[in-house]
């Protein structure tokens, strides 16, 4: 059985399934929501309801307290219809960013390579063509073993738009991680299908603009900044110049450094890149110590540039990276509304 969900301030009217989350039905009828842990823990999502009722499903309460539910709050994340629904969310209508409908796909594995410690490459290709923006993320479904259900886990792509098959993603391993290491690090093999869908979030480059953009990437964090950067530079869609501060412990953690190196070479006047290694100092790296920042990234942005004001900031990792990097970012003068972001949690 589906319910009409109506979405406010748009007016927009879906249908949804009773077993479906209302998040899910709208981002496949091309509404878009403000969305990013899409399971009911980051409350990113939290919205009203104005008529109907909903199962508010796995909502965690933290993200939703009881207080909330009992106001009329809902995470469309995780609710579900059931009667017709009408919601009020909070929705920055940004034209700039185009919405693709989330669609489901399977993918095949075509490569899986180890690229840094412990960090694969993953390349996948699609049965059919996927329309995405430079930065946003999939979400891959992880088998049943075991006697485990199976469940969802999120990567971004790495590759850029114009490349609508054949997708690149970063992995990192997280120690008893289901989808990492019991998962992709775990027997995980070159042609082998997945059931994947998407595309997700809203961590996009705005193409429009022509600022300088500072981006800033901690470990696989670099991944939807890859995809920026070579939709921006390789297909000429930004206008304006690009810095890339790629963070990590030491060298062995640092992936795809010459590929960024032979971008700058290519493009000297439109892109900087700077590898920044936190735990080895120059003398630990000789020779090549002219190439790397050292310490940590924030440290080295706050370094080399008196003032960032008038530019854009781009930020993805760890959540700890982000917030010292908003803070470096707006020490230096830039606008929170300038700045992008998006958090990896530490649950893969
Ligand atoms: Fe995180 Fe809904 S998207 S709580």
Known sequence: QSHTITVEPLGREVECREDQSILDACLRSGVWLPHSCT??????????VLEGEVDHGAASS???????????????????????????????????????????Y???????????????RLVVELDREIGFNAGQYLKFQVPAADGLPAVDRTWSIASPPTEARRLEFHVRRVPGGRGTDGWVFGG??????????????????RTGDDRHAVLVGGG?????????????????????HLTLYQG??????????????????????????????????AADCGDEAGRYGFGMVTDVIAADHESLSGCSGYLCGPPPMVEAALKTL???????????????????
């Open 188 to 205: 995980l093999a070159v042609g082998d299908t997945v059931a994947v869908s998407g595309p997700y979030g809203r961590f996009v480059l």
């Open 248 to 281: 990590a412990r030491t060298r062995e953690w640092l992936y795809d450094v010459d590929y960024f190196r032979s971008l700058a070479a290519r493009f000297p006047s439109q892109f900087t890149y700077r590898p920044c290694l936190s735990e080895e100092s």
């Open 39 to 48: 399971h009911g823990t980051c409350a990113t999502c939290k919205a009203d």
């Open 106 to 120: 399977t993918a095949t594995v075509v490569e899986l390579t180890e690229i840094a410690r412990e960090t694969v």
């Open 330 to 348: 707006m020490g230096k003068r830039l606008f929170p509304r300038d700045i992008h972001r998006e958090e990896f949690f530490n649950e893969s």
């Open 62 to 104: 933290f993200a939703l307290m009881d207080y909330e539910r009992d106001e009329g709050k809902l995470l469309p994340c995780t609710a579900r219809p059931r009667s017709d629904v009408v919601i009020e969310a909070d929705i920055d209508v940004d034209d700039s960013v185009e919405v693709f409908p989330v669609q489901d």
């Open 220 to 240: 696989t964090g670099l991944a939807p900044l890859k995809s920026m950067l070579r939709h921006a530079l390789e297909n000429g869609e930004y206008e304006g």
